[in-house]
């Protein structure tokens, strides 16, 4: 075995593109630069002195933290995959002989943008680009939610009272940064789940998300409706599943919207045979949505997201679903030139 030369890792490359690499196709119709000024101007601070190495640039680190939310990895697996395949070098810009950034330094930059809630700029400033390259929110939109779940944890019955009451448990530093306390309990279909909810507002027509919005399991799906009724989608028509109808929401959709929320039962009052046959009709467009969560939990490495507190998992997920609309406009280009 010889010493691997430039054209054996240019035929490597060619390789992977004929076995159509998805990462060539993100790094060649995103516009990753777009990003650039957002993440920069959260992380500009003054600098003591100009010694030390030279930061990585804001860009890679971004586009590192993409390949995180698309592959559902930990910081260290991350670090060691930008090492270990070509495929991510190569969306990277790297080299073999680059230098790489540690889990440590990868963790910083996330955790810098989610505490400077910079996840919804960039959600916000790639909507904007999807509307310039023709792919406005159109026909209507779609309401769901979707429970994403953290590590259980392993409180006593007294420590979850408190949590519950909305006070900390007298823990130690070490154990407290290890507790998530705003992360609850849902029970769904017979089943509990500890974590938060994804709620998003997905345009009919491109099957994009939106706007979204992220809460602990505990809050009602309804509860977000409100905050993510997208004003700007051509269509009026709003579709949902049983949980969002409420007398409420049905008279703040009265005016301006149509709604097409699916009729709910009662015990002792079953649905008729007509609000049953019109729930079915209203379910072959509601289940659009259901497309989202799927890729998400299927193609994204699964539901599960590893990390504490509210800030840093609306972080997670607000990228997961920047991640999404990405891959999915990947997606309408290729549909739009078939």
């Not at 972080?315 to 549909?335: A, D, E, F, S």
Request: proline share 3%; glycine share 6%; charged share 30%.
């Amino acid at each position: 075995m010889g010493q691997p030369g430039f054209f054996d890792l240019d035929e490597r490359y060619e390789s992977l593109s004929r076995c159509g690499d998805p990462l060539e196709v993100l790094a060649k119709e995103i516009p990753w630069e777009s990003f650039r000024y957002p993440i920069k101007k959260a992380l500009t601070k003054p600098r003591k002195s100009s010694a030390g190495r030279k930061a990585f640039d804001v860009v890679l680190m971004f586009k590192i933290v993409v390949l995180q939310s698309l592959y559902n990895l930990s910081d260290q697996q991350t670090e060691f995959m930008v090492r270990d395949r070509l495929s991510f070098m190569r969306f990277l810009g790297l080299g073999l002989g680059d230098r790489v950034p540690d889990e440590k330094t990868i963790w910083l930059f996330k955790d810098t943008l989610a505490a400077k809630k910079v996840t919804e700029k960039l959600f916000a400033r790639f909507d904007d680009y999807l509307i310039q390259k023709g792919f406005a929110a159109k026909k209507g939109q779609i309401m769901d939610a979707s429970i994403v779940v953290v590590p259980r944890q392993r409180n006593t019955r007294e420590e979850n009272q408190a949590i519950k009451n909305g006070e900390v448990p007298d823990w130690e530093e070490n154990k407290l940064c290890q507790k998530d306390t705003d992360a609850r309990w849902i029970k769904k279909n017979g089943v509990s789940y500890f974590g938060y909810k994804n709620h998003v507002s997905t345009d009919v027509k491109h099957k994009l998300v939106r706007g979204w919005a992220v809460t602990p399991a505990s809050v009602h799906d309804s509860q977000m409706f409100r905050r993510l009724l997208d004003k700007k989608n051509s269509g009026r028509g709003v579709w949902a599943d049983s949980a969002y109808r409420s007398d409420e929401i049905e008279s703040a959709l009265e005016r301006n919207y149509q709604s097409q929320i699916h009729h709910k039962g009662y015990r002792g009052h079953p649905l008729s045979e007509a609000k049953q046959r019109v729930n079915h009709k209203r379910s072959k467009t509601r289940a659009r949505v259901e497309h989202v969560f799927g890729f998400q939990a299927t193609s994204m490495g699964g539901k599960l997201i590893r990390c504490v507190g509210l800030q840093r998992a609306s972080h997670k997920i607000g990228m997961r679903n920047l991640v999404y609309n990405m891959c999915r406009y990947t997606q309408l280009l290729r549909l739009k030139t078939a």
